[in-house]
Nanobody, 115 residues
Framework: QVQLVESGGGLVQAGGSLRLSCAAS????????MGWYRQAPGKQRDLVAV???????NYADSVKGRFTISRDNAKNTVYLQMNSLKPEDQAVYYC?????????WGQGTQVTVSS
């Protein structure tokens, strides 16, 4: 049974920073990519950042230069360092793991940015 455990969300003032972590456990065969999506109330879930097993990264335009994704392959853990947070970054952030046979999702962690 695969489980993704997220941590690091919370309340921060605009301009502040947070670091999200997501640890994947269980039997996952050949992870191709790990990343983060986010969903604000009344909006669709959008990609924030993704990192492949080879270390290639891709970011949403809205977070480029402010967010950094990284991963520890040995620990099956992905991180999202979020700097210069804005009120529009407020959302539930979901970790995901894309493996050869399936995609797995975390339960989501709330990020609240006060102005």
């Amino acid at each position: 049974q695969v489980q993704l455990v997220e941590s690091g969300g919370g309340l921060v003032q605009a301009g502040g920073s947070l670091r999200l972590s997501c640890a994947a456990s269980g039997s996952i065969f050949r992870i191709n990519a790990m990343g983060w999506y986010r969903q604000a109330p009344g909006k669709q879930r959008d990609l924030v950042a993704v990192i492949t097993s080879g270390g290639n990264t891709n970011y949403a335009d809205s977070v480029k230069g402010r967010f950094t994704i990284s991963r520890d392959n040995a620990k099956n853990t992905v991180y999202l360092q979020m700097n210069s947070l804005k009120p529009e970054d407020q959302a539930v952030y979901y970790c995901y793991v894309r493996a050869v046979v399936a995609t797995y999702w975390g339960q989501g962690t709330q990020v609240t940015v006060s102005s």
